[in-house]
Structure formats: C-alpha cells, structure tokens
T-cell receptor
C-alpha cells in the first residue's frame, strides 16, 4: 500500500539556520506530493505541492522537489524564522484517488531566537 | 471568514454515548473529506463525498461510524456507542472540482474525548 515516512521531531534550530525535513514515500504510479503546515492553535494549511516528477514546489521561502528515483520530497528552507515554528506534514495523493490525502506522522520544528 | 467551519470544537462524552459532529465546507466546494488525527500522528482519511454522494469509505470507518452530506452542502459524522479509542481530533476538509488537483482547505477540527 501507500505510505509516507518523515523524520521524527522535534527539530530545534536557531533563527537563520538552514532547515531540512526528510520525507520519503511508497506508492504505485505517480502520486501528487504535498507539504502541509500546522501553526500553533491553527488548522492545517497547504504549504506547497508538486504533481509530477522533477517538479519543484515553493512557497514562503520553502522548497521541495519531487524525486521519483529516490521516492523523496524533502522540505528545505535556507533561513528560518521564529514564525516558522510549527508542525510540518508530508502527504501524498494517489493517482485517481478523488484527491484524498495520506499523511506522514508530522515533524515539529522549533526555531529559537 | 468563509473558511471551513466545524462544530462543536470540543466534545467530551462517556463511553457508550452517541456523538455527532458537523462540518460546513466552503460554499460551492463539491468535494468534502473527513479525517481523524490522533496525538503525534498525521491525519488519516475516513471518507469522501462528491456533492451528496459518499464515494469512498476507509476501513477505519467501522459500522459505528456514519457520515452524511444531504443536499451536498454541510456534512455530519456520527459515532454510535463511543469507545475510548475513538478519542481523537476529527478534521473536515473541502475542495472544488476542476481540472487537476485542487487544494484541500481544512477546518479547525472537533476534538473528541471519550471518558
């Protein structure tokens, strides 16, 4: 079946540090891939997406590239801010699945001043 | 604010009681999804509606769970004879139908605690 595996948290880093959150997946065919973010006290929000191999999703300084050969979709940001503290979820939507999402367990990121 | 709304936000009940949650999607969004999220885990898909038709149900949705979307607008999720294992955050999301993928907009969730 389909699955998403992402690195465990919490990830603690200082402001302006480089952030990487690893995400790998197993799926049949070519799923769409997503990163969702949940800020403290708020609902899930789409951060970025990629729908085919080699696509790069980007938003708010975050980037992730759909790597079919390594079945990965790692999230990166070059210089984090305290406001980036949140829980980040990697997710996939299988082809022909009505858009339903399958999520990883989430990675908590804590950015300190 | 015209986002997805869910009510109630919190529900505490005793084991064996029935509970019902409501989700109001963004108007004109044809697709509606229910997910369940337990502590420290990502959301898990429960069921999907396209307009009023329930097109897919997860195996997680036991016979005690039922969902409806009359008239293709709001949706309800009912849990009968609640068990402690039903304690979780229940999330609703909606999206429009158009060519290609459409972003799912999530509501704030209903947190259920079964004592």
């Amino acid at each position: 079946g389909n699955s998403v595996t992402q690195m465990e948290g919490p990830v603690t880093l200082s402001e302006e540090a480089f952030l990487t959150i690893n995400c790998t997946y197993t799926a049949t065919g070519y799923p769409s891939l997503f990163w969702y973010v949940q800020y403290p006290g708020e609902g899930l929000q789409l951060l970025l997406k990629a729908t085919k191999a080699d696509d790069k999703g980007s938003n708010k300084g975050f980037e992730a590239t759909y790597r079919k050969e390594t079945t990965s979709f790692h999230l990166e940001k070059g210089s984090v801010q305290v406001s980036d503290s949140a829980v980040y979820f990697c997710a996939l939507s299988p082809l022909g699945s009505w858009g339903k999402l399958q999520f990883g367990a989430g990675t908590q990121v804590v950015v300190t001043p | 604010d015209t986002g997805v709304s869910q009510n109630p936000r919190h529900k505490i009940t005793k084991r064996g009681q029935n509970v019902t949650f409501r989700c109001d999607p963004i108007s004109e969004h044809n697709r509606l999804y229910w997910y369940r999220q337990t502590l420290g885990q990502g959301p898990e898909f429960l069921t999907y509606f396209q307009n009023e038709a329930q097109l897919e149900k997860s195996r997680l949705l036991s016979d005690r769970f039922s969902a409806e979307r009359p008239k293709g607008s709001f949706s309800t999720l009912e849990i009968q004879r609640t068990e402690q294992g039903d304690s979780a955050m229940y999330l609703c999301a909606s999206s429009p139908i158009a060519g290609g993928y459409n972003e799912q907009f999530f509501g704030p969730g209903t947190r259920l605690t079964v004592l």
